[in-house]
């Protein structure tokens, strides 16, 4: 069994930053890559940013290019997303999540094999 824990959610104002981390544990498994999305009350998951597990590759929703920063520390199994300038439209539960299989929709939830159980973000004005 894989598990993938988020941390480091919280109440911010407007401007303010961010660190999220998800750790994994249990069983060793090798993952493709891992992504952080979002989903914000009435709305949809969508995307936030991915990050290849080998060659650290990376790709981010629109939203997010500038002020977000992906990463990931193999040694200790665990993916981060550092959120700066962050916006009041930035509230919403953040998921990480584990692709096991190369995919080119990463962008999508469908390829992610294990997803954690969120932690809450709150921006204010």
């Known amino acids: 069994q894989v598990t993938l824990v988020e941390s480091g959610g919280g109440l911010v104002q407007a401007g303010g930053s961010l660190r999220l981390s998800c750790a994994a544990s249990g069983r060793r498994f090798s993952r493709y890559a891992m992504g952080w999305f979002r989903q914000a009350p009435g709305k949809e998951r969508e995307f936030v940013a991915t990050?290849?597990?080998?060659?650290?590759?990376?790709n981010y929703a629109d939203s997010a290019k500038g002020r977000f920063t992906i990463s990931r520390d193999t040694a200790k199994n665990t993916v981060y997303l550092q959120m700066n300038s962050l916006k009041p439209e930035d509230t919403a539960v953040y998921y990480c999540?584990?692709?096991?299989?190369?995919?080119?929709?990463?962008?999508?939830?469908?390829?992610?094999?294990?997803w954690g159980q969120g932690t809450q973000v709150t921006v204010s004005l």
């Open positions: 999540a584990a692709a096991l299989s190369r995919d080119v929709s990463l962008w999508m939830p469908r390829p992610y094999d294990y």
């Open positions: 990050i290849t597990w080998l060659t650290g590759s990376t």
